[in-house]
């Protein structure tokens, strides 16, 4: 099986469901166990330059860090203030730390659901799935399509504003206060640009026969076939081999009002 | 769908293409507030959040304008690649509909400062019960829950609702939007 050919709709609902379900577990084992299991699957099973998704991982990895400080921090007064631990040299609730450990693993097992999406799935075969697949309209699809094709095109147009700003005269920003002036000049102009080319986009479009009706052909073809079905159903299991064993272990915690 | 153009469609998704750019960019802004104030530091700015759907909204004047604005906004801020992942598609569903009952509730007649105003707050609330949920405010304690609900309500109202207009209405003095809603009923107020 290779992550790269399942069905782009089935791969983001499954991840949607796995999602939901770790957002009601509130033990620390459980997500970990999920963080490993979900990053071997990405390794072993996806084709892309592992350096990218080390450097996306990390960004993730600061942000649960954060995470971790902030709910230490600012937390709500527990339940059972006796029961401290000392961690990093300060006294904290038990029950504090470990409804932050829970909560910035719960973050990262997330990130590791999206980046396997990310790093495994086509942009435009992704929509295509949503249309064929979950019914989006395809005027809408396609003209979000069109939209995303403008993201390059946005930074050329950028350049172009900051060169034609320069060149009469405006000299280039060097103070914060100097930078959010020059931001400020080019916002107007850069949506302007945007919208025209929209507008001559869906023009053209429509010029070439694209009247946004379902019955339609499509140069790409996906299909849900028996093999997609595998995704899903290992990936639950294992979410449910990892509760079992929490709960074996003792570790084990539902949604329970601790929010 | 049917009654909208095409034009529109892709108008707005160019809109909410610029904007996920502009999003994203706002993140580490965010995440520096956060480290001078804790997690209300994100609350100052979060109106910047809300802003394609007030946008789009205002400017084509048709019943899911807002929705589905900051729900394009969200999967290609998912597609760039972000910190959060595809939960924000979500985040983005549930604040464009927040922006969206605001509209609704004005039954899509009334698009002044007001109501615009009261689409940012909507979409405040909106995000932040649902942040409640997700991001584990509830384990904060509950003035300061409350600090930060209020703090987004007001930064929603101001920089989505007036920033949001008072960015459509220098469009519109450009002339590109001549064809569309906003410019076409101030012809027919100026007109009559």
Sequence with gaps: MCLHNVNPSVKALTILGLVFVLAFLFDPITPLLFIIWTLLLTMLFGSFRKKYYFLYFFTFFIFAAGMLWSTIAFADTPKNPADQVSWAGWEVPKEDLFVAISLSLRILAFATLSLLFMFTTNMVHFILSLIQQLKLPPKLAYGILAGYRFLPLMKTEFQQIRAAHRIRGMNQATSLKEKMKQYKRFVIPLLAGAIRKAERTAIAMESKGFTGDRNRTYYHNLYVTKKDWLFPIIMFTALGVFITLSIIFDYFAWYNGQL | ?192
């Design chain 2, 1 to 192: 769908m049917k009654n909208w153009r095409l034009k529109e469609i892709v108008v707005m998704s160019a809109l909410s293409v610029v904007f996920a750019v502009v999003y994203l960019a706002f993140l580490p802004v965010g995440k520096v507030l956060v480290g001078f104030f804790g997690p209300i530091g994100y609350d100052f700015i979060f109106g910047i959040w809300f802003i394609v759907s007030i946008i789009a909204a205002y400017i084509i004047r048709k019943p899911g304008a807002a929705f589905l604005s900051e729900t394009i906004a969200a999967t290609i801020e998912v597609l760039l690649g972000n910190a959060i992942g595809p939960m924000l598609i979500i985040t983005g569903m549930i604040q464009g509909l927040g922006a969206e009952s605001a509209f609704a509730m004005t039954r899509y007649k009334y698009y002044n400062v007001q109501t615009l105003m009261l689409a940012g707050v909507m979409a405040a609330v909106f995000s932040f019960v649902w942040g409640y949920f997700t991001s584990g405010y509830a384990a904060l304690s509950s003035t300061y829950v409350l600090a930060m609900l209020v703090t987004r309500m007001i930064s929603g109202a101001i920089i989505s609702g007036l920033l949001g207009k008072a960015l459509s209405d220098a469009l519109a003095k450009t002339g590109v939007l001549s064809s569309f809603a906003l410019v076409k009923e101030q012809r027919r107020k100026n007109a009559a």
